[in-house]
């Protein structure tokens, strides 16, 4: 649908997230549930802010946490960082929780979450489950995305049927003019206002924006009759707006297994961390619990 073709076009997927629930890998299948901790970095503060988002991976690592998240710095819109989490179940949320709490883990991430305050302007969570009956496509080689799109639509609340006739329409549309498109649709459950809808699309190198580009004008054209009147309807009744953001993986803030590391060592060095912040000496820092199934 950028309209509702375009953005709903811009539908995109958060696809590669981080972990998988209990086991230290990426996904190969779209999670159940994401956690996303945004924050919004202060204007000039982005090289301090990685430095003290670094901490994070080091500290995790060192406590062999099982939970893997990725890091999305923005390249669009204002200067934030999205921190996305996978899980399968609550119960794997509430079990990364519990590991955070553990007294050794708990004192490097009191330390970061009081450096990082110094670097951004505010930050929140967000919870989304997982829509698969909206989302298209196969699911991605998360260890290979490299940049990211996010379109958030905003629905009038009445309006989820008309939301869901207008993903499906537009799903439809692509089976015919992209086949290959993929996307991964995601329902806020906390943390923003509802109905909110969660689009995430990715690409292995920034050209692939070219292919989603030609993808988003085919796919506009292979409407029928029908799909064009429950696309028109739900952008002119069920709408409230959409907002499209880009991404780049930021290797450096990120938290990877060392398999995926070890797949492309030239990309995944920029996220080393010095071995100062290894060593928790003074490992940068967070503000507010990243409720931490966050990360």
């Known amino acids: 649908m950028k309209s509702i073709t375009g953005s ?49 991976p080091a500290a995790y690592e060192k406590a062999k946490s099982p939970y893997t998240y990725i890091a999305l710095a923005s390249m669009t819109g204002p200067a934030e960082a999205w921190f996305v989490q996978p899980f399968q179940s609550h119960e794997a949320m509430g079990d990364a929780m519990q590991r955070d709490d553990e007294p050794g883990l708990a004192a490097s991430l009191a330390q970061l979450r009081r450096a990082d305050a110094d670097q951004i302007n505010g930050a929140r969570s967000i919870l989304a489950s997982a829509r698969k009956d909206l989302s298209h496509g196969a699911f991605p080689d998360s260890a290979k995305q490299r940049f990211y799109e996010i379109t958030i639509f905003r629905v009038r609340p009445g309006h989820v049927r008309d939301f869901e006739a207008a993903a499906k329409a537009y799903g439809a549309a692509a089976d015919r003019a992209a086949p290959g498109l993929s996307y991964r649709v995601y329902e806020v ?86 071995a100062l912040a290894r060593a928790g000496s003074k490992p940068a820092s967070k503000a507010a619990p990243k409720v931490d199934a966050t990360r």
């Open 8 to 56: 709903l076009l811009a539908v995109v997927s958060i696809a590669a997230c981080a972990s998988s629930a209990l086991a230290q890998t990426l996904p190969t299948t779209q999670p159940n549930y994401l956690q996303i901790y945004r924050e919004e970095v202060k204007v000039g503060h982005d090289a301090d802010h990685a430095k003290v988002e670094a901490g994070w």
């Open 189 to 274: 459950m906390a943390g923003m206002p509802s109905p909110t809808y969660l689009v995430f699309s990715s690409v292995t190198a920034y050209a692939g924006f070219d292919k989603a580009v030609a993808d988003d004008q085919a796919i506009g054209k292979a409407f029928t009759a029908e799909e064009q009147e429950t696309l028109q309807k739900f952008s002119a009744e069920g709408l409230v707006n959409t907002e499209t953001i880009r991404f780049r993986l930021d290797p450096r803030m990120s938290y990877v297994p060392p398999e995926v590391r070890a797949q492309d060592p030239s990309f995944w060095k920029q996220g080393q961390v010095p």
